[in-house]
């Protein structure tokens, strides 16, 4: 598969440095975070854990944000649900899906290898991470999900209602 770029260069996916498709999908942790077998070679595979770089996308588990210190919202929860069915059907639906591992950041701070997500239909490239934003489902790193679409989770319920003194 090859596209031209805006530069006016000739592409393809599979030569690209670092660039692999994927072969299977396994579980779908959230909505950037997937395990999946990518093909290396024609006949060589690789299981990997990846996480999708460049985005945020909401959280389902996670107790406290150990960047700002608040914790996740029942609302924010509710979205990273959202954000796991429409990651799960991009990445199980139509076209050939790609990873690339950026090669100077390959790996977060839990291990998992971090990626560039795509899928390709004819000569249509689509950005994972992209649909998710359109969708108000993920934030461009590194700006957290949860500070631009739950600002108000922390707040008193009083507060929130107009209530109060």
Known sequence: MSRVTASGHTVSAVTLPFTYQVASV????????????????HD?????????YGYDTPET????????GLYTSAGEKQRAT????????FITGPGDLWCRVDPDDPEDSFGRELVQVWHEIGDVATSLGQVLVDAHLAT??????????????????????????
């Open 61 to 68: 588990s996670r107790g406290k944000c150990g960047a700002c």
């Open 26 to 41: 396994g579980r779908t942790r959230d909505g950037d975070t997937y395990e999946w077998t990518v093909r290396i070679a």
């Open 140 to 165: 461009v790193w590194p700006i957290r999900w949860h500070h631009v679409y739950d600002p108000f989770r922390n707040l008193p319920l009083l507060a929130l209602s107009g209530a109060g003194g």
């Open 82 to 89: 959202m954000a796991l069915a429409l990651a799960r059907e």
């Open 44 to 52: 060589l595979l690789r299981e990997t854990v990846a996480r999708m």
